[in-house]
Protein backbone atom coordinates (compact mmCIF):
# COMPACT_ATOMS: atom_id res chain seq x y z
CA UNK A 1 0.00 0.00 0.00
CA UNK A 2 2.63 2.23 0.95
CA UNK A 3 4.95 1.31 -1.60
CA UNK A 4 1.61 1.77 -4.46
CA UNK A 5 1.08 5.46 -3.25
CA UNK A 6 5.17 6.79 -3.10
CA UNK A 7 5.26 5.11 -6.75
CA UNK A 8 2.28 7.00 -7.29
CA UNK A 9 3.67 10.21 -6.03
CA UNK A 10 7.01 9.46 -8.01
CA UNK A 11 5.17 8.90 -11.50
CA UNK A 12 2.74 12.15 -10.80
CA UNK A 13 5.39 13.78 -9.96
CA UNK A 14 7.95 13.02 -13.04
CA UNK A 15 4.53 13.54 -15.56
CA UNK A 16 4.03 17.15 -13.58
CA UNK A 17 7.82 17.75 -13.87
CA UNK A 18 8.05 17.36 -17.82
CA UNK A 19 4.73 19.35 -18.48
CA UNK A 20 5.95 22.34 -16.45
CA UNK A 21 9.53 22.51 -18.68
CA UNK A 22 7.14 22.34 -21.78
CA UNK A 23 5.26 24.93 -20.33
CA UNK A 24 8.48 27.59 -19.32
CA UNK A 25 10.01 26.52 -22.70
CA UNK A 26 6.91 27.23 -24.71
CA UNK A 27 6.12 30.17 -22.37
CA UNK A 28 9.89 31.13 -23.14
CA UNK A 29 9.10 30.58 -26.57
CA UNK A 30 5.73 32.82 -26.91
CA UNK A 31 6.79 35.13 -24.48
CA UNK A 32 6.03 38.51 -27.42
CA UNK A 33 2.89 37.12 -28.42
CA UNK A 34 -0.74 37.33 -26.13
CA UNK A 35 -2.47 34.39 -25.64
CA UNK A 36 -5.73 33.57 -25.00
CA UNK A 37 -4.86 31.63 -21.24
CA UNK A 38 -3.15 34.71 -19.99
CA UNK A 39 -5.68 36.93 -21.12
CA UNK A 40 -8.40 35.04 -19.34
CA UNK A 41 -6.90 33.84 -16.35
CA UNK A 42 -5.29 37.35 -15.79
CA UNK A 43 -8.31 38.78 -16.40
CA UNK A 44 -10.04 36.72 -13.36
CA UNK A 45 -7.39 37.12 -11.22
CA UNK A 46 -6.59 41.24 -11.35
CA UNK A 47 -10.43 41.60 -11.13
CA UNK A 48 -10.07 40.08 -7.66
CA UNK A 49 -6.85 41.17 -6.78
CA UNK A 50 -8.05 44.85 -7.60
CA UNK A 51 -10.55 44.92 -4.36
CA UNK A 52 -8.49 42.83 -2.18
CA UNK A 53 -5.74 45.86 -3.04
CA UNK A 54 -7.93 48.38 -2.50
CA UNK A 55 -8.84 47.21 0.85
CA UNK A 56 -5.53 46.50 1.66
CA UNK A 57 -4.37 50.25 0.84
CA UNK A 58 -7.54 51.36 3.17
CA UNK A 59 -6.95 49.19 6.48
CA UNK A 60 -2.94 50.23 5.96
CA UNK A 61 -4.59 53.76 5.31
CA UNK A 62 -6.74 53.09 8.40
CA UNK A 63 -3.55 52.10 10.80
CA UNK A 64 -1.29 55.23 10.45
CA UNK A 65 -4.73 57.36 9.67
CA UNK A 66 -5.65 56.75 13.13
CA UNK A 67 -2.60 59.04 13.98
CA UNK A 68 -4.13 61.64 12.12
CA UNK A 69 -6.89 63.63 11.95
CA UNK A 70 -9.79 62.55 9.64
CA UNK A 71 -10.23 66.29 7.65
CA UNK A 72 -6.22 66.75 7.68
CA UNK A 73 -6.05 63.24 6.33
CA UNK A 74 -8.43 64.24 3.42
CA UNK A 75 -6.85 67.32 2.66
CA UNK A 76 -3.37 65.52 2.67
CA UNK A 77 -4.74 62.51 0.14
CA UNK A 78 -5.99 65.56 -2.23
CA UNK A 79 -2.96 67.59 -2.38
CA UNK A 80 -1.15 64.68 -2.86
CA UNK A 81 -3.04 63.52 -5.88
CA UNK A 82 -3.32 67.02 -7.40
CA UNK A 83 0.88 66.95 -6.78
CA UNK A 84 1.19 63.46 -8.70
CA UNK A 85 -1.15 65.22 -11.78
CA UNK A 86 0.90 68.10 -12.08
CA UNK A 87 4.66 65.98 -11.58
CA UNK A 88 3.57 64.60 -14.60
CA UNK A 89 1.97 66.96 -16.66
CA UNK A 90 5.16 69.11 -15.67
CA UNK A 91 7.82 65.73 -17.09
CA UNK A 92 5.48 65.22 -20.07
CA UNK A 93 5.97 68.79 -20.86
CA UNK A 94 9.74 68.16 -20.87
CA UNK A 95 9.43 65.19 -22.50
CA UNK A 96 7.42 66.96 -25.07
CA UNK A 97 10.12 69.60 -25.53
CA UNK A 98 12.79 67.37 -25.77
CA UNK A 99 10.98 65.19 -28.50
CA UNK A 100 9.50 68.72 -30.58
CA UNK A 101 13.41 69.66 -30.60
CA UNK A 102 14.28 66.41 -31.81
CA UNK A 103 12.03 66.43 -34.16
CA UNK A 104 12.81 70.18 -35.50
CA UNK A 105 16.54 68.80 -35.95
CA UNK A 106 14.97 65.66 -38.09
CA UNK A 107 12.36 67.66 -40.28
CA UNK A 108 15.67 70.51 -40.66
CA UNK A 109 17.58 67.27 -42.12
CA UNK A 110 14.90 65.67 -43.79
CA UNK A 111 12.80 68.65 -45.11
CA UNK A 112 9.74 67.15 -43.77
CA UNK A 113 7.39 68.13 -40.95
CA UNK A 114 6.65 65.99 -38.13
CA UNK A 115 3.53 65.84 -35.58
CA UNK A 116 5.64 66.89 -32.70
CA UNK A 117 2.37 66.16 -30.23
CA UNK A 118 4.78 64.14 -28.01
CA UNK A 119 3.66 61.25 -26.08
CA UNK A 120 0.19 59.87 -24.28
CA UNK A 121 0.24 59.19 -20.85
CA UNK A 122 -1.97 56.62 -19.06
CA UNK A 123 -2.29 56.44 -15.65
CA UNK A 124 -2.75 53.05 -13.88
CA UNK A 125 -2.88 51.56 -10.25
CA UNK A 126 -0.17 49.04 -9.14
CA UNK A 127 -2.42 45.93 -8.01
CA UNK A 128 0.39 44.16 -6.98
CA UNK A 129 4.15 44.19 -5.75
CA UNK A 130 5.85 40.81 -6.25
CA UNK A 131 8.20 40.79 -3.36
CA UNK A 132 8.67 37.13 -2.66
CA UNK A 133 10.27 36.79 -5.98
CA UNK A 134 13.77 38.08 -6.62
CA UNK A 135 13.44 40.11 -10.00
CA UNK A 136 10.88 42.80 -7.86
CA UNK A 137 8.75 43.24 -10.29
CA UNK A 138 4.77 45.02 -9.99
CA UNK A 139 1.68 44.34 -11.82
CA UNK A 140 -0.18 47.23 -13.10
CA UNK A 141 -4.38 47.27 -13.97
CA UNK A 142 -4.00 48.22 -17.15
CA UNK A 143 -2.83 46.19 -20.54
CA UNK A 144 -2.95 45.29 -23.91
CA UNK A 145 -7.01 46.89 -24.15
CA UNK A 146 -5.23 50.53 -23.80
CA UNK A 147 -2.65 50.20 -26.03
CA UNK A 148 0.18 49.26 -23.60
CA UNK A 149 2.66 47.27 -25.20
CA UNK A 150 5.93 45.58 -24.41
CA UNK A 151 8.89 47.70 -23.20
CA UNK A 152 6.50 50.58 -22.88
CA UNK A 153 8.41 53.02 -20.37
CA UNK A 154 6.36 53.82 -16.46
CA UNK A 155 6.78 56.54 -15.16
CA UNK A 156 5.54 58.34 -12.02
CA UNK A 157 5.41 61.77 -10.99
CA UNK A 158 8.90 62.13 -9.88
CA UNK A 159 10.37 60.46 -12.49
CA UNK A 160 11.61 56.97 -14.46
CA UNK A 161 9.89 54.20 -12.77
CA UNK A 162 10.88 51.13 -15.36
CA UNK A 163 9.32 49.60 -18.41
CA UNK A 164 6.98 46.74 -19.05
CA UNK A 165 8.17 43.54 -19.37
CA UNK A 166 4.92 41.55 -20.49
CA UNK A 167 1.34 42.68 -20.72
CA UNK A 168 -2.18 41.20 -21.51
CA UNK A 169 -5.54 41.74 -21.28
CA UNK A 170 -6.03 44.18 -17.89
CA UNK A 171 -2.87 43.92 -17.04
CA UNK A 172 1.13 44.47 -17.15
CA UNK A 173 4.43 43.33 -15.46
CA UNK A 174 6.64 46.22 -14.72
CA UNK A 175 10.35 45.89 -14.25
CA UNK A 176 11.46 48.30 -12.20
CA UNK A 177 14.59 50.44 -13.29
CA UNK A 178 16.78 49.51 -10.18
CA UNK A 179 16.71 46.09 -11.81
CA UNK A 180 19.83 44.62 -13.04
CA UNK A 181 18.58 43.78 -16.08
CA UNK A 182 17.82 47.13 -17.16
CA UNK A 183 20.13 49.50 -18.54
CA UNK A 184 19.06 53.29 -18.97
CA UNK A 185 21.44 55.98 -21.18
CA UNK A 186 21.63 59.15 -19.65
CA UNK A 187 22.86 62.75 -19.43
CA UNK A 188 23.85 65.31 -16.99
CA UNK A 189 20.95 67.70 -17.09
CA UNK A 190 21.96 70.70 -19.95
CA UNK A 191 24.78 68.63 -20.84
CA UNK A 192 24.07 66.98 -23.60
CA UNK A 193 27.18 65.27 -24.68
CA UNK A 194 27.53 64.01 -21.02
CA UNK A 195 26.38 60.55 -21.87
CA UNK A 196 26.39 57.15 -19.81
CA UNK A 197 24.90 54.41 -18.91
CA UNK A 198 23.18 53.13 -15.69
CA UNK A 199 22.27 49.96 -14.32
CA UNK A 200 20.50 48.83 -11.28
CA UNK A 201 23.26 47.39 -8.60
CA UNK A 202 20.82 44.93 -6.42
CA UNK A 203 20.03 46.67 -3.31
CA UNK A 204 17.48 49.77 -4.75
CA UNK A 205 19.93 52.20 -6.63
CA UNK A 206 21.47 52.82 -9.24
CA UNK A 207 25.18 52.47 -10.59
CA UNK A 208 26.61 53.95 -13.82
CA UNK A 209 29.41 55.77 -15.19
CA UNK A 210 30.07 58.33 -18.05
CA UNK A 211 31.18 56.96 -21.26
CA UNK A 212 33.97 59.57 -21.67
CA UNK A 213 36.14 59.72 -18.70
CA UNK A 214 37.00 63.35 -18.69
CA UNK A 215 34.08 64.28 -17.36
CA UNK A 216 33.83 64.14 -13.39
CA UNK A 217 30.54 63.20 -11.84
CA UNK A 218 29.62 64.93 -8.40
CA UNK A 219 27.63 64.62 -6.18
CA UNK A 220 24.08 65.82 -6.15
CA UNK A 221 23.86 65.71 -10.05
CA UNK A 222 20.78 65.58 -11.98
CA UNK A 223 20.32 62.72 -14.09
CA UNK A 224 17.83 62.53 -17.24
CA UNK A 225 17.38 59.75 -19.75
CA UNK A 226 18.96 60.44 -22.94
CA UNK A 227 16.86 59.07 -25.16
CA UNK A 228 19.67 56.72 -26.18
CA UNK A 229 19.05 53.03 -27.13
CA UNK A 230 15.35 53.28 -28.15
CA UNK A 231 13.84 52.26 -25.12
CA UNK A 232 13.50 55.25 -23.03
CA UNK A 233 12.59 58.89 -24.32
CA UNK A 234 14.74 61.95 -23.62
CA UNK A 235 14.18 64.25 -20.79
CA UNK A 236 12.60 61.70 -18.29
CA UNK A 237 14.49 62.92 -14.29
CA UNK A 238 16.28 59.82 -13.20
CA UNK A 239 17.60 60.68 -9.89
CA UNK A 240 20.77 62.18 -8.18
CA UNK A 241 24.13 61.13 -7.53
CA UNK A 242 24.73 59.43 -4.60
CA UNK A 243 28.30 58.60 -4.09
CA UNK A 244 31.67 58.19 -6.33
CA UNK A 245 33.74 55.88 -6.19
CA UNK A 246 36.79 54.87 -8.01
CA UNK A 247 36.83 50.85 -9.79
CA UNK A 248 38.75 48.81 -8.15
CA UNK A 249 40.24 46.57 -11.52
CA UNK A 250 39.60 49.40 -13.96
CA UNK A 251 40.53 52.50 -11.73
CA UNK A 252 37.45 53.84 -13.52
CA UNK A 253 35.00 56.21 -11.97
CA UNK A 254 31.62 55.21 -11.15
CA UNK A 255 28.80 56.14 -8.99
CA UNK A 256 25.64 55.08 -7.38
CA UNK A 257 22.55 56.76 -8.21
CA UNK A 258 19.55 57.53 -5.76
CA UNK A 259 16.13 57.31 -7.49
CA UNK A 260 13.99 59.55 -7.51
CA UNK A 261 11.06 57.74 -7.62
CA UNK A 262 10.32 56.34 -4.21
CA UNK A 263 8.99 52.50 -5.23
CA UNK A 264 8.17 51.70 -1.11
CA UNK A 265 4.24 52.39 -1.24
CA UNK A 266 3.78 53.51 -4.93
CA UNK A 267 0.31 53.59 -5.81
CA UNK A 268 -0.28 54.62 -9.09
CA UNK A 269 2.03 55.46 -12.35
CA UNK A 270 1.92 56.26 -15.55
CA UNK A 271 2.36 54.45 -18.95
CA UNK A 272 3.78 56.29 -21.49
CA UNK A 273 2.10 55.18 -25.03
CA UNK A 274 3.81 55.67 -28.16
CA UNK B 1 -12.15 1.51 2.56
CA UNK B 2 -13.32 4.23 3.36
CA UNK B 3 -11.90 7.61 3.53
CA UNK B 4 -12.82 10.35 5.61
CA UNK B 5 -11.86 13.29 4.64
CA UNK B 6 -10.83 16.41 7.02
CA UNK B 7 -9.47 18.59 4.02
CA UNK B 8 -11.03 18.07 0.99
CA UNK B 9 -10.49 19.87 -2.47
CA UNK B 10 -13.56 21.51 -2.13
CA UNK B 11 -11.80 23.84 0.98
CA UNK B 12 -8.13 23.22 -0.22
CA UNK B 13 -8.63 25.16 -4.32
CA UNK B 14 -10.16 27.96 -2.10
CA UNK B 15 -7.65 28.53 0.73
CA UNK B 16 -5.05 28.45 -2.27
CA UNK B 17 -6.82 30.48 -3.94
CA UNK B 18 -7.09 32.91 -1.40
CA UNK B 19 -2.96 32.84 -0.86
CA UNK B 20 -2.58 34.21 -4.43
CA UNK B 21 -4.40 36.77 -3.52
CA UNK B 22 -3.17 37.75 -0.81
CA UNK B 23 0.63 36.94 -1.91
CA UNK B 24 -0.09 39.80 -4.86
CA UNK B 25 -1.83 42.39 -2.79
CA UNK B 26 -1.82 42.21 0.86
CA UNK B 27 1.66 40.13 1.93
CA UNK B 28 4.08 43.90 -0.09
CA UNK B 29 2.31 45.66 3.01
CA UNK B 30 4.49 43.31 5.49
CA UNK B 31 7.40 43.41 4.21
CA UNK B 32 10.75 42.94 5.82
CA UNK B 33 13.56 45.02 3.46
CA UNK B 34 11.37 44.62 0.33
CA UNK B 35 11.14 40.61 0.84
CA UNK B 36 7.70 39.14 1.63
CA UNK B 37 6.96 35.76 2.57
CA UNK B 38 6.27 33.53 -0.07
CA UNK B 39 2.50 31.96 1.16
CA UNK B 40 1.96 29.86 -1.32
CA UNK B 41 5.43 28.04 -1.21
CA UNK B 42 4.47 27.71 3.03
CA UNK B 43 1.03 26.12 2.13
CA UNK B 44 2.65 23.89 -0.29
CA UNK B 45 5.32 22.54 2.26
CA UNK B 46 2.41 22.59 5.46
CA UNK B 47 -0.30 20.86 3.11
CA UNK B 48 2.37 17.97 1.57
CA UNK B 49 2.83 17.03 5.34
CA UNK B 50 0.11 17.18 7.00
CA UNK B 51 -2.16 15.54 4.42
CA UNK B 52 -0.98 12.10 2.52
CA UNK B 53 -3.01 13.11 -0.71
CA UNK B 54 -1.81 15.40 -3.63
CA UNK B 55 -2.67 18.76 -2.51
CA UNK B 56 0.76 20.25 -2.59
CA UNK B 57 1.38 18.79 -5.80
CA UNK B 58 -1.98 19.45 -7.63
CA UNK B 59 -2.80 22.80 -6.51
CA UNK B 60 1.21 23.64 -5.89
CA UNK B 61 1.27 23.65 -10.04
CA UNK B 62 -2.01 24.93 -10.45
CA UNK B 63 -1.69 28.04 -8.44
CA UNK B 64 1.96 28.37 -9.16
CA UNK B 65 1.53 28.89 -12.89
CA UNK B 66 -1.65 31.36 -12.24
CA UNK B 67 0.76 33.35 -9.92
CA UNK B 68 3.47 32.86 -12.57
CA UNK B 69 0.75 34.35 -15.16
CA UNK B 70 0.44 38.07 -13.54
CA UNK B 71 3.66 38.08 -11.57
CA UNK B 72 6.23 36.68 -14.10
CA UNK B 73 7.53 37.30 -17.59
CA UNK B 74 7.68 33.25 -17.84
CA UNK B 75 5.10 30.81 -16.81
CA UNK B 76 6.39 27.31 -14.74
CA UNK B 77 9.24 29.24 -12.81
CA UNK B 78 6.85 29.16 -9.37
CA UNK B 79 5.39 25.67 -10.02
CA UNK B 80 8.75 24.46 -10.47
CA UNK B 81 9.76 25.45 -7.10
CA UNK B 82 6.56 24.30 -5.99
CA UNK B 83 6.81 21.05 -7.36
CA UNK B 84 10.92 20.50 -5.81
CA UNK B 85 9.17 21.17 -2.31
CA UNK B 86 6.42 18.57 -2.70
CA UNK B 87 8.80 16.17 -3.55
CA UNK B 88 11.38 17.23 -0.77
CA UNK B 89 8.25 17.29 1.82
CA UNK B 90 7.10 13.71 0.55
CA UNK B 91 10.30 12.53 1.39
CA UNK B 92 11.25 13.71 4.53
CA UNK B 93 7.54 12.73 5.34
CA UNK B 94 8.40 9.06 5.19
CA UNK B 95 11.04 9.75 7.83
CA UNK B 96 9.22 12.25 10.08
CA UNK B 97 5.92 11.99 12.48
CA UNK B 98 4.35 14.35 9.83
CA UNK B 99 2.20 16.57 12.64
CA UNK B 100 5.38 17.56 13.91
CA UNK B 101 6.56 21.12 13.02
CA UNK B 102 10.27 20.19 12.97
CA UNK B 103 9.76 18.49 9.69
CA UNK B 104 7.92 21.47 8.33
CA UNK B 105 10.57 23.77 8.75
CA UNK B 106 13.39 21.46 7.61
CA UNK B 107 11.26 21.81 4.59
CA UNK B 108 10.47 25.49 4.59
CA UNK B 109 14.26 26.21 4.86
CA UNK B 110 15.06 23.29 2.04
CA UNK B 111 12.28 25.07 -0.15
CA UNK B 112 13.28 28.66 0.31
CA UNK B 113 16.75 28.24 -0.42
CA UNK B 114 15.92 26.21 -3.41
CA UNK B 115 12.97 28.46 -4.63
CA UNK B 116 15.28 31.14 -5.02
CA UNK B 117 18.46 29.02 -6.54
CA UNK B 118 15.95 27.47 -9.02
CA UNK B 119 14.55 30.95 -10.38
CA UNK B 120 18.14 32.60 -10.02
CA UNK B 121 18.89 30.12 -12.55
CA UNK B 122 16.11 29.68 -14.59
CA UNK B 123 16.29 33.97 -15.41
CA UNK B 124 19.88 33.49 -16.07
CA UNK B 125 18.62 30.96 -18.66
CA UNK B 126 15.84 32.84 -20.32
CA UNK B 127 18.40 36.35 -20.34
CA UNK B 128 17.36 37.81 -17.52
CA UNK B 129 20.30 39.98 -15.54
CA UNK B 130 19.92 38.98 -11.27
CA UNK B 131 22.78 39.34 -8.97
CA UNK B 132 23.67 36.41 -6.90
CA UNK B 133 24.60 38.28 -3.44
CA UNK B 134 21.44 40.05 -3.91
CA UNK B 135 19.62 36.48 -4.23
CA UNK B 136 22.14 35.17 -1.11
CA UNK B 137 21.22 38.22 0.96
CA UNK B 138 17.45 37.83 0.26
CA UNK B 139 17.53 34.65 1.99
CA UNK B 140 18.61 36.46 5.17
CA UNK B 141 14.83 37.43 5.45
CA UNK B 142 12.93 35.53 3.53
CA UNK B 143 14.02 31.93 5.42
CA UNK B 144 13.00 32.91 8.75
CA UNK B 145 9.95 35.07 7.31
CA UNK B 146 8.53 31.59 5.63
CA UNK B 147 9.20 29.68 8.78
CA UNK B 148 6.83 31.94 11.07
CA UNK B 149 4.61 31.74 8.44
CA UNK B 150 4.83 27.85 8.10
CA UNK B 151 4.92 27.62 12.05
CA UNK B 152 1.62 29.88 11.86
CA UNK B 153 -0.19 27.44 8.85
CA UNK B 154 1.11 24.52 10.81
CA UNK B 155 -0.57 25.21 13.81
CA UNK B 156 -3.82 26.64 12.31
CA UNK B 157 -3.76 23.35 9.62
CA UNK B 158 -2.51 20.27 12.32
CA UNK B 159 -5.79 20.92 14.11
CA UNK B 160 -7.66 19.26 11.61
CA UNK B 161 -5.76 15.88 11.69
CA UNK B 162 -4.51 15.65 15.37
CA UNK B 163 -7.99 16.06 16.27
CA UNK B 164 -8.23 12.50 16.71
CA UNK B 165 -4.74 11.87 17.53
CA UNK B 166 -5.34 8.31 19.43
CA UNK B 167 -7.18 7.10 17.27
CA UNK B 168 -5.50 4.23 15.33
CA UNK B 169 -7.96 4.56 12.20
CA UNK B 170 -7.40 7.83 12.06
CA UNK B 171 -4.31 8.53 9.46
CA UNK B 172 -2.70 11.34 7.41
CA UNK B 173 -5.62 13.41 7.64
CA UNK B 174 -8.53 11.30 6.63
CA UNK B 175 -10.61 8.31 8.93
CA UNK B 176 -9.78 4.67 7.28
CA UNK B 177 -12.13 1.65 8.11
Redesign the interface.
Known amino acids: MKDNSLIKKITISAAVLVLLLILILSSYLLKDQDTVVGDVAGSIITTVQKPVAWAGDKMSMFFTGMLIDDGVEKKLDKLEKENERLKLELMQDRMNADQLEELKELSTSLNTMSDPSGYKLQAADIISYNDSDVLGTFTIDKGTEVGIQKNAVVVAGDGLVGKVIKTEKGFSLVSPMIDESNKIGFVYKDHDADIGLLYGDGSGALEGAFMDNKYKPEEGMALYTSGIGGVYPAGIPIGKIKEVKKAKETAETMFTVAPYVEFDGMKKVAVILK | MRHYNLMSYKLAVPLFFIA ?10 I ?1 IY ?6 L ?1 CMVVVFSFLY ?1 R ?1 YG ?1 VLG ?1 IFG ?2 L ?10 E ?2 TF ?1 VT ?2 IA ?1 ALS ?1 YFNHEKLLPDLVTGVIATVLS ?1 GI ?2 L ?2 LL ?1 G ?4 L ?3 LE ?1 LKV ?1 IPYNLVVIAILHLVFVRSIIRFYNDRKFQGGYWTE
Open positions: LILQTTVLNKAGYAPNLLQLLAILDLVTKPIVGISLLFISEVKYLYVYTVNSVCSL
